[in-house]
Every structure is written in C-alpha cells, then in structure tokens.
C-alpha cells in the first residue's frame, strides 16, 4: 500500500520525537598541579692523596693533591700549620707548610677541614701530623783543668712561688764570668736560669732566689759558675750536684681578692675557686701585691696586681694569661687623672717575669721588625715607681710590629687615651687585647694577629650610681699602618668581643652597657 508522503513525514517526526535524548556532556574541570618532590641537595665527594701528612720536628712545606666537583673553602685551627689556599672551585694542589716543633715529649696533631661553600654537602678532614723533637742528652759539663768546685745549696725560704737558694764555688783562680743557678722540671731538663752579676773572687758564696713557681710542684736545680778556659779559649759553665725542692701548696689562701674582679670593665669569668683568690704574694719592691686566679680551662689563668699609693691600696692592672701564646689575651684597667695622676716618674723598670705566674707561662722574646708592646703603656702609670714597674712584667706584653703599627698608629692611639683620661665623677675603663686568627709563630712564640683597645667612659652621680656610660674600640691588624690615623681603627665593643669570646664590661648595667657597646666614636 501506497503511504502519502504526509503521513509519511508525519511519522518521522512522531518517530523522532520518541527517541531519548543524549546526556550532555560534562566540562572537565581543571586539577591542581602535583608538585614537583623536593630536590635533594647536592653531594660532593672529597678525597685527598695522601690522606694525611706527617712532618718531622723541623717543619718545612710539603702538598696533597685534593680532588672534588665541588666549590669549598678550608680552614685550620692550629696556628702552627699554614697552607694555601683556602677556598677554591674543584680539584687543587694544597701546599702545608709547618713551623719547627720544639717539644720532645709529645706528637702534636692538627686538621685542615674542607667542606662546600654554598649549596650541597660533602666534607673531608686531611690529618697534619708533627713528630716531636729528638731528645739529645746534654753534655757532661765541662771540666776543665782549672781545678773548680762548685757547691749546690739546700733550698731555704720555699713559698708557693718561690725559694732561696744559696751556693758556693772555690777554685777560679781569675774569678768567675757568672754565677747562678740552672732549674726545670726533670733532673736531666734544667731549661730556666737565674744568674746574677759576675766576681772576680776565686771563691766565694751567692744566693739566687727563684721566682714566679708553680704551687706544689718539684723543681730540680744546679748551681753554675761560668770561667774562662784558657786550652779551649772559650767560656764554660762548671756545674754542682743536681738537687731538689717542692713548692708549697697554695691551697688555702686567707686573701679573698675577689673584689678586683668586680670592677666595670672586667668581663665575666668561669673561676675554679668563687670563694678566695687561688694564691696571692708580695711582690720584690715597694708594698705591692698580686692576686691570682685559676679559670676552667687549665691553660689560662688571671692576675691582679695592686700597688700602695700613700696610704691607699690601688689596683694597678687584671690580666688574662694563655699559657698556649705565652703572653696575656687582655688586660683591663682604669684611667683617672685624680687616681693615676702624671707625676713624671719615667721608665723605672727593665722587663722581667711576672711573680704571680708560672715562668714556663711567659716569654719576653722579641724579634727582627717586632717590639714588646706594652697592654698597659708605661706612660699610664706615672704615679708611682712601684706602679711603673708593673708594667715592665712580661704578663703586660706581646709581640707587636714596630715600625708604623707601635710607634705609629698605635702609639697616637695610647697618647689620645692618655689625654682622654677624666678626673672628678667620670672614669675610663679600658681594655686592651689580642687576636690570634691564623696568625704564625717565631721561633715557637705565637704573633697575635691583631691589637684591639676598648673603651667606655663612665659617668656616676654624687651618690655613687652610673648615670651614663659611651663605647668606642679599636681594632688594628699586626701590620704596618703608614699613614693610617687611629680614627680609622674605630669599630664597637660589640664587634671585637665576638672576635674575642669575650664579654667585657659585664658588670655595668645592662641597658648602659647594650647602648655603649653599640657606638663606635662614643667617648671623644
């Protein structure tokens, strides 16, 4: 049959219409991004052939091939060792070079450290090793056909620090060049000597007093006259029996001594004793005293001297001592015109060891271009013989460069202090120190690398309390300096007592210390 088309298309439609529609489709929606895990830091390897050096007692330079993808730098804490270089990008060649090592008793041992600089990590230790010293046997003394006898003394007058001892010699028919006695820790090590003045009797007795002893320590000694031998045409020293003496013990002491510790610019110190002093004694001139102190690190120790000005006990100078540098890390002290006044007293002293401190603690050496440059200037103390001669001890001294750094720079430095000192209700605390930050040695005596000065002008009301308190330091290489005036050394106390590990001036209160240890042209 026939459909019409209307009919036709009409059922289309219906059929169309009947149909189900499809179901939209859905708009992705966007995801956040995953993200990335974190990247690792980079590992750099090091390696270093050989892996360590071993030098002999007599130093010299020797190198290693160090080996790494990384940039590093190096550092050392020993001052006895030095190399270059001490940063660098990838592989290098690092050349040591070690001083002459003295000691015969012990190995000593250091480490160059190499890690990344910047980014990364990675590490590496390279072993520095200095065998000690040959021990050589000292010669049999001397005998020469002079017919010499020589006598040790028993030690009389023992004190914590000191002793007498008295000696006698026969037989120098020309008289002796010098007389005296030889002393140390061992029988076979008599390395210190006290001598006194020639004589040209062929016999006769003497008296030596050793000075600046250990407490409670063995010391063995010898007497020794030096003669002319005419068969060798030298001089030689004929030696007496090797004795022996112990020091006292300088535990307990009487003296507290701890008020000299309190005083504004002292810093804040880890004592053994909190109750007293460690030991205390008289000093050789005038009435002077000393005041000592022991700290927890076994290699440093501090003193006080004091000396009597009229009918008032002063407190001239505190000092730290290293026995490692031989000399002292600071000194702190007072300036005042009223207290300390110039009375033109002049350099009355010659340097000599410090009473208060073991003699194997101190060294007065002095070198080609280098002076002992005084912590506490001579011209500071121009009030009393006694209190000048204090400062001629070798705890007031190190190794200073001379030419253009003490008699230049430093030395207009130490003037403008001197004309800075007050009179009335201001005083001004002062410390003077050094730093050794890879700095060398000569001969075995460390060299400071540098000089630092602090000072804080103080002010105090009629009743005694401070009221204000201006900082400035200064802060000057061991160099020359020609042409360089001090003002341009000007730094804060804060800085250099970073440098320093220490915290001076820690008995001034608290806001007036913040705010002048802050300034750096505070006091002029």
Request: glycine content about 8%.
């Amino acid at each position: 049959m026939r459909i019409p088309r209307i009919v036709l298309t009409a059922l289309l439609l219906a059929a169309c219409a009947a149909d189900p529609q499809p179901e939209p489709t859905p708009t992705p929606q966007p995801q956040p991004p995953t993200p990335d895990p974190p990247t690792p830091p980079t590992e750099y390897s090091f390696t270093a052939a050989p892996a360590s050096l071993t030098f002999d007692s007599e130093g010299g330079t020797q190198t290693f091939q160090l080996t790494t993808d990384a940039p590093w730098k190096a550092y050392c804490k020993e001052d006895w060792i030095t190399f270059v270089h001490q940063a660098g990008q990838g592989d290098d060649e690092i050349r040591v070079t070690v001083e002459p090592y003295y000691d015969t008793d012990y190995n000593r041992r250091g480490t160059i450290s190499f890690e990344v600089d910047g980014e990364g990590t990675g590490s590496l230790d390279v072993d520095i090793i200095q065998l000690r010293a040959e021990r050589v046997d000292p010669p049999d003394p001397p005998q020469p056909e002079l017919n010499v006898q020589v006598t040790t003394g028993a030690a009389s007058k023992i004190t914590t620090t000191s002793a007498n001892i008295t000696c006698n010699y026969s037989g120098a028919d020309d008289g002796v060049y010098d007389r005296g006695v030889f002393y140390g820790y061992q029988p076979d090590r008599l390395d210190y000597c006290q001598a006194i003045s020639s004589s040209e009797l062929s016999s006769g007795y003497f008296t030596i007093k050793l000075s600046s002893l250990e407490p409670n320590t063995t010391y063995y000694y010898a007497a020794f006259v030096t003669v002319f031998d005419a068969a060798s045409q030298q001089y030689v020293d004929v030696l007496g029996s090797v004795l022996s003496f112990a020091t006292e013990d300088g535990m307990p002491v009487t003296e507290k001594g701890l008020q000299y510790l309190g005083c504004y610019e002292m810093p804040a110190l880890d004592l053994v004793r909190t109750d007293a002093c460690s030991n205390s004694g008289g000093e050789s001139f005038g009435n002077t005293n000393w005041f000592n102190y022991e700290t927890t690190d076994a290699n440093r120790m501090v003193i006080t001297h004091t000396f009597a000005d009229g009918n008032k006990l002063r407190r001239n100078y505190t000092c730290m001592v290293d026995r490692t540098k031989q000399a002292p890390l600071w000194s702190a002290f007072v300036m005042h015109d009223d207290a300390y006044p110039d009375n033109n007293i002049g350099r009355t002293g010659s340097w000599t060891p410090d009473p208060g401190i073991p003699a194997s603690w101190q060294s007065c050496f002095s070198s080609s271009g280098y002076s002992r440059g005084h912590f506490v200037a001579s011209n500071y103390r121009q009030n009393t013989s006694a209190a000048n001669k204090q400062t001629f001890y070798y705890t007031n001294q190190a190794l200073q460069y001379q030419t253009s750094f003490n008699d230049g720079v430093w030395n207009s430095l130490e003037q403008a202090v001197k004309g800075a000192a007050p009179s009335g209700r201001d005083t001004l605390y002062v410390v003077v120190g050094t730093l050794y930050e890879n700095s060398r040695s000569i001969e075995g005596v460390p060299v400071p690398s540098h000089f630092y000065k602090l000072l804080m002008k103080c002010s105090f009301s009629t009743a005694g309390t401070m009221t204000d308190a201006r900082g400035v330091a200064y802060l000057f290489t061991n160099e020359a300096h020609k042409g360089m005036t001090y003002s341009q050394g000007a730094t804060t106390i804060d800085a250099v007592e970073q440098r320093a590990g220490f915290n001076f001036f820690a008995n001034v209160p608290e806001e007036l210390q913040e705010k002048a240890e802050k300034m750096s042209s505070g006091i002029w």
